[in-house]
C-alpha cells in the first residue's frame, strides 16, 4: 500500500520552531528525492524544500537559513525542522516526491503561525 503520513504540526508563536515528520510507504522513498511542500488558504501548493540523492537539498528563498530538510532511509522518514517561524508560514504541509509527477498526497499536517 502507497502512503504519505505526515505529522508534527501544531500551533505555535512567532519565532517558534516545529519538527516535521514524514513517514512515507517504501516505493515512494527508496527511489525518489523527497520534498516539503506547503498550501496556504487561497494559494496554490508550493515546494518548500527538495532531498535529493547524496544529500543535496534545495530550498525555497522563503525559507533559507530557517527550515531543514532531512531523511532517514532506514525509517523511511523525511523531516522538516522548522525555526523561526513566521506568520506567513501559517499552512499544511506535505510531503512527497521531490519532483512531478505526483500520484496522490497524504493528508498533510497543519502549521499555524501566531504573532
Known amino acids: 500500500q502507497v502512503r504519505l503520513v505526515e505529522s508534527g504540526g501544531g500551533l505555535v508563536q512567532a519565532g517558534g520552531s516545529l519538527r516535521l515528520s514524514c513517514l512515507a510507504s517504501?516505493?515512494?522513498?527508496?527511489?525518489?528525492?523527497m520534498g516539503w511542500y506547503r498550501q496556504a488558504p487561497g494559494k496554490q501548493r508550493e515546494l518548500v524544500a527538495r532531498?535529493?540523492?547524496?544529500?543535496?537539498?534545495n530550498y525555497a528563498d522563503s525559507v533559507k537559513g530557517r527550515f531543514t530538510i532531512s531523511r532517514d532511509n532506514a525509517k523511511n522518514t523525511a523531516y522538516l525542522q522548522m525555526s523561526n517561524l513566521k506568520p506567513e508560514d501559517t499552512a499544511v504541509y506535505y510531503c512527497n516526491k521531490g519532483f512531478p509527477p505526483f500520484d496522490f498526497w497524504g493528508q498533510g499536517t497543519q502549521v499555524t503561525v501566531s504573532s
Open positions: 517504501g516505493s515512494i522513498f527508496s527511489v525518489n528525492p
Open positions: 532531498i535529493i540523492g547524496g544529500g543535496t537539498t
